[in-house]
């Protein structure tokens, strides 16, 4: 299994990046694809997920409204558009994927931002000036 993301860079205060995420080694139906970031002195937080199967996104309350997760199963990725970035949203924005039935299991019961996915991707760096 292999997680790749690409798209990072620098952006002004209220530009939009998007971020790919291209997933190998397994099949994309059988998997949960999520979207963290980690700024530098702060733990990593959730920003928004989906399945390749239905594409029902979930989102941080700090992507609400700005950030759109989205996938194309054909290709094995899964995208993040970041529109309207701010200084506070630079960070190292990491993909990571969970099986289908561990990620139900373990959401039943917590956020899905809360638990250790199973694979991950080396990151790419957003950075938003001011």
């Known amino acids: 299994v292999q997680l790749v993301e690409s798209g990072g860079g620098l952006v002004q205060d209220g530009g939009s990046l998007r971020l790919s995420c291209f997933a190998s080694g397994f099949p994309a139906d059988d998997y949960v694809i999520g979207w963290f970031r980690q700024a530098p002195g702060k733990e990593r937080e959730g920003v928004a997920c989906?399945?390749?199967?239905?594409?029902?996104?979930h989102y941080a309350d700090s992507a609400e409204g700005r950030f759109t997760i989205s996938g194309d199963k054909d290709k094995k990725t899964a995208y993040l558009q970041l529109s309207s970035l701010h200084p506070e949203d630079t960070a190292l924005y990491y993909c990571?994927?969970?099986?289908?039935?561990?990620?139900?299991?373990?959401?039943?019961?917590?956020?899905?931002?809360?638990?250790?996915?199973?694979?991950w991707g080396q990151g790419t760096q957003v950075t938003v000036s001011s």
């Open positions: 989906f399945s390749f199967i239905d594409g029902s996104p």
């Open positions: 990571a994927a969970e099986t289908m039935s561990r990620w139900f299991a373990l959401s039943s019961v917590r956020s899905p931002f809360e638990f250790e996915y199973t694979y």
